[in-house]
């Protein structure tokens, strides 16, 4: 296994950076030539109001933004030499975070242009960044043991959870029942607005009816 690059993270999937930036380029490569160059899908484009498609566009992209800078923060934003399980902010919501937000900016450009041959790429990469997040929820397990599968049991790997408590009052009761709180990295102050943030995304979500 790959070792971590940050405290925060356990062992990546081998050769995650190189992956990343190829499926980028594959995606953008297949949804340029069809939106753009061979025009496969504009038949469909008509099917789909434009106020629609750039709802659609706008909002994922957006998400994609907003849970991919929050969840970077969680992970990249405070030096740290101790190697803690953050389920604070998005990763009380959603254990992928990061992956989720790929998957949800690529989605937005398809909606965009109504290219229904990105769609291909979007569901094998899909597929992919399931078997890299189990990959690496293999080396959380064996390193926090039951307090992760606790969390894998709370928290959905992929979908947005509804908003039930705020941080500090779940990381309180987690703590009097001496449970996976323990291991929960909070910032100086908690985590500013996680809960609007996630209200906001679950708002935009119910919208595209994704989730």
Same mark, same amino acid.
């Given at each position: 296994m790959k070792e971590p690059k940050h405290p925060r993270m356990g062992k990546e999937f081998p050769y995650t950076d190189q992956i990343l930036l190829l499926s980028a380029v594959l995606f953008f490569a297949v949804w340029i030539s069809d939106s753009f160059v061979f025009r496969l899908s504009d038949r469909f484009v008509g099917f789909v109001p434009d106020v629609i498609r750039i709802a659609f566009f706008v909002g994922l992209e957006i998400s994609a933004i907003v849970l991919g800078f929050y969840s970077h923060e969680a992970l990249f934003g405070k030096k740290s030499v101790k190697f803690t399980l953050i389920t604070d902010g998005v990763f009380a919501h959603v254990r992928h975070p990061l992956y989720l937000s790929i998957l949800l900016a690529y989605l937005?450009? /398809? /909606?965009?242009? $109504? *290219?229904? +041959? *990105?769609?291909?790429?979007?569901?094998?990469?899909?597929? %992919?960044?399931? @078997? $890299?997040?189990?990959?690496?929820?293999?080396?959380?397990?064996? +390193?926090?043991?039951? @307090?992760?599968?606790?969390?894998? @049991?709370?928290?959905?790997?992929?979908? %947005?959870?509804?908003?039930?408590? *705020? *941080?500090?009052?779940? $990381?309180?009761?987690?703590?009097?029942? #001496?449970?996976?709180? =323990?291991? %929960?990295? %909070?910032? @100086?102050?908690?985590?500013?607005? #996680? +809960?609007? +943030?996630?209200?906001? /995304?679950? =708002?935009?979500?119910?919208?595209?009816m994704l989730f």
């Open positions: 937005g450009f /398809f /909606f965009g242009s $109504m *290219s229904l +041959i *990105s769609l291909i790429p979007w569901i094998c990469y899909a597929v %992919l960044f399931d @078997k $890299m997040a189990s990959y690496e929820e293999e080396d959380l397990v064996r +390193i926090f043991g039951d @307090k992760y599968v606790e969390y894998s @049991k709370r928290v959905p790997k992929w979908f %947005l959870t509804p908003l039930r408590k *705020s *941080s500090r009052e779940q $990381m309180s009761e987690d703590v009097e029942g #001496d449970g996976v709180g =323990h291991y %929960l990295l %909070l910032k @100086k102050g908690g985590f500013a607005g #996680d +809960i609007s +943030i996630c209200r906001w /995304f679950k =708002h935009v979500l119910d919208t595209t």
